[in-house]
């Protein structure tokens, strides 16, 4: 893929989440009554009081965190995320021109979990797809770009907690107004909208946690042999990518080794596994890889049997 080619699928991506989350916002967050996690449950929640659109105020608010954030020198970065921000405030206050009510899902304050949950799922899905076309959903995630860049000691982590903490307790004050802004004490022990948010948070964080660990990871395994010719092959056919080889040598025998190193993803350990229980002079560990960096060229497959093949024929 060329690098125009790059460029135009990574705004394509940034333009696919910002549409799914100006979606879920309009038809599962604001029918319900909840505000979402850090500057975004902030702008719920100004838009529930005084009807000041979501779309206009996410544009304010992360209009001088994205220049400070290319100030720094994170252009790209910046530049990405603020078309990420420009995207879902157009397309929010679209569909809310539009207001097509028959979308939205309300629960009626019964079962007010299940929009919840999806509408964590898809934000912690948006997230994963933001972070992959090197951008971000603005608001708390350009903090941490740059906590994280200039004060790696700093616990953003931490940060984050407060700012959805705050967040979530401002909610309970929030949602005690009704339409017509009228206060209603006794709606302070309806601790509803608190949980409502707590849970958001949870369900975002966890699943964008799950999908990058799960399309990151992967399993290195280090194999001490004394038959790599017929293994190194048969994980060639297996994985379609090859491996490095070091000489070793056992320090109880002497005997001269053979020592592989390959990574594979975690679906082909079990039949790695497999193969290397039928060499009974193989031992083996396996480690796992937080991620990789790279791709394996199937034509460097290709050449490496043709290697291994003249030098089985070479030994024997």
């Known amino acids: 893929m060329g690098k125009v080619s790059k460029i135009i699928y990574r705004y394509l991506i940034i333009t696919l989440a910002a549409a799914l989350m100006a979606s879920s916002t309009y038809i599962l ?31 304010i608010i992360n209009l001088p965190l994205c220049i400070i954030a290319f100030i720094m020198g994170y252009r790209r970065f910046a530049v990405r995320s603020y078309y990420f921000c420009l995207v879902y405030s ?17 629960a009626n304050g019964q079962d007010t979990m299940l929009p919840v ?14 972070y992959e076309s090197l951008g971000s959903q603005c608001g708390t ?43 209603n004490a006794s709606n ?4 509803k909208p608190v949980a409502l948010c707590v849970l958001y948070c949870l369900s975002d964080s966890l699943l964008a946690d799950v999908i990058w660990k799960n399309g990151k990871e992967a399993s290195e395994f280090i194999v001490i042999t004394s038959s790599p010719d017929q293994i190194i092959e048969q994980i060639m056919k297996i994985t379609h990518h090859t491996g490095t080889i070091l000489d070793g040598q056992g320090v109880y025998s002497g005997d001269d080794k053979t020592v592989l190193i390959f990574v594979v993803n975690k679906f082909q350990v079990p039949q790695i596994k497999r193969l290397l229980k039928r060499y009974p002079d193989t031992f083996s560990y396996i480690a796992t890889v ?25 030994k024997y």
Do not use: H, W
């Open 141 to 183: 995630d350009i903090i941490s770009k740059i906590l994280s860049e200039k004060k790696p000691e700093f616990n953003f982590f931490f940060a984050s907690f407060i700012i959805n903490s705050v967040v979530a307790l401002a909610s309970l004050f929030v949602y005690a107004f009704d339409e017509n802004l009228v206060f």
């Open 290 to 314: 937080n991620e990789t960096v790279g791709y394996f060229d199937s034509r460097r497959v290709k050449g490496a049997e043709k290697k291994i093949e003249k030098m089985s024929k070479e």
């Open 117 to 130: 949950l999806i509408a964590g799922i898809i934000s912690g899905l948006v997230t994963v797809m933001c």
């Open 90 to 106: 157009g397309l929010y206050v679209l569909i809310q021109n539009i207001n097509p009510t028959f979308l939205q899902y309300d």
């Open 188 to 191: 302070l022990n309806n601790y």
């Open 29 to 59: 967050v604001i029918p319900n009554d909840f505000a979402p996690s850090g500057i975004s449950g902030i702008c719920v929640m100004v838009q529930y009081l005084f009807k000041f659109s979501i779309g206009y105020l996410n544009v």
